[in-house]
Structures are given as structure tokens and as C-alpha cells.
């Protein structure tokens, strides 16, 4: 797994690549201190995830992030970032972040987000989670005007859930690539670009609630 670290503060910079340069599956490809000097490093040699400060200098974290998703459309771009503000949380999802991570998570919390995410799983902090519930969804339909399939709904619910593609695919008795054709309709359906974008409509929507009860009357 190839990492990019996008942070203007050396020490930490320094601090994150010998961490995760450790585990063997992770590769750094390179770390910059600027949004800039990180999306050169990214186009001669794109990252599997990029690890992003939301607040670097001389750029808004949203516009950072835009232009790094769309320059970079395989690559995951998760936020790191000291900021537990709601509104940023927000912010980033609405500007197509794949995950947002808080600073002063445990290294061990960090690396298991990270492979986590390359797999497809939620990666969200969990202190964070409540903010889906209020978080925008630019564009996105209502519940009531999208018909989703009984499997696009399962996939959903466990998407929210926080659940990654291979346990979904457990889950439901499906391969993995069935399971990722059914993200990829859920984001077409939905207009929707992330993982956290799916989770955050079905938080805030209501649908989450109305699949958790429909799930206990079955039982």
C-alpha cells in the first residue's frame, strides 16, 4: 500500500513516516509540506491513500481536497487532522473526503484505519460519528425519491455500519466484487462520491433508523 503524508509540520511529518513506514505492507512514497509540493509527488507516482492536513497554509482544507480528488480519482484521500469542529467533519465529506481522522489517535488506531480503508471500510473516528447525523450531502436525493434494490439497501446498512467490502460480502452470502458493483450503483443512485457520503445520507435520511426496524421485525 502506497502512502503520500501531506502535513506542513516536520515533526510530525517525520514522526508519521517512520511509524507507518514500519508496517510492511505500507510503502511512503514521500511526504511534502504543502498541498502543492504533495500533488506533484502524487501525479509522478500516485498514492494508494494520501493522508491530508486540513489546515495547511495558503489553502482552505476543502479546496485542498478537491483538488486532490480530482486529479487523483483512484487514490483515497483521508484527512488527518487535529480539528474535532463538526463543521469541518462536514466540510470534508461534502468535498469527497474517504475518511477523516483525528491527530491524537493512537498509532494502532491509525494503522488499522488505514488498511481498513484500503479495503473499503468506513473510516471514520469514532468520536466524529455523531456529526453524520447532521452532515450535508450536496445533491444528494431524498430517501423517498430513490428506489434501491433489497441488496443496495443491505450494502448500505452495512456500509453505515462501518463495515468493509470483505465483511460485507460475508455478511450477505456475495463476492466481493458483487459487493462493489453494488457500491457503485448506491453512489450513482445516490449522486453521492465516498464511502463516508453513503454512510452520512443513510445517518442522516433516516434510512439507517427505518432498515435497523424493519431488520427487528424480521427477527
Not at 7 to 14: F, G, K, P, V, Y
Not at 33 to 62: C, F, K, N, R, T
Not at 166 to 193: F, M, N, W
Amino acid at each position: 500500500m502506497k502512502l503520500l503524508l501531506v502535513d506542513d509540520h516536520a515533526l510530525l511529518r517525520q514522526g508519521l513516516a517512520e511509524l507507518l513506514g514500519a508496517v510492511p505492507e505500507f510503502h511512503i512514497l514521500g511526504t511534502a509540506a504543502s498541498a502543492d509540493e504533495g500533488l506533484q509527488l502524487a501525479l509522478a507516482d500516485p498514492p494508494d491513500i494520501v493522508l491530508l492536513d486540513w489546515h495547511l497554509p495558503g489553502i482552505q482544507g476543502s479546496e485542498a481536497l478537491q483538488r486532490y480528488k480530482h486529479a487523483l480519482p483512484q487514490s483515497l484521500v483521508i484527512i488527518l487532522t487535529a480539528s474535532d469542529d463538526q463543521a469541518d467533519l462536514r466540510q470534508a465529506l461534502a468535498s469527497g473526503a474517504d475518511g477523516y481522522v483525528l491527530k491524537y489517535t493512537e498509532p494502532e488506531q491509525l494503522i488499522t484505519q488505514l488498511r481498513g480503508c484500503h479495503k473499503g471500510s468506513l473510516t471514520l473516528d469514532p468520536l466524529m460519528l455523531q456529526g453524520l447525523h447532521q452532515a450535508p450531502v450536496a445533491e444528494a436525493p431524498d430517501s423517498s425519491q430513490v428506489e434501491l434494490t433489497d441488496r443496495e439497501q443491505q450494502t448500505l446498512l452495512l456500509i453505515a455500519e462501518g463495515l468493509s467490502n470483505k465483511l460485507i460480502a460475508r455478511e450477505l452470502g456475495i463476492s466481493d466484487g458483487t459487493v462493489k458493483i453494488h457500491v457503485k450503483h448506491l453512489l450513482t443512485k445516490l449522486q453521492l462520491h465516498s464511502r463516508l457520503e453513503l454512510a452520512a445520507w443513510a445517518h442522516r435520511g433516516g434510512f439507517l433508523h427505518r432498515m435497523q426496524q424493519a431488520s427487528r421485525r424480521q427477527e
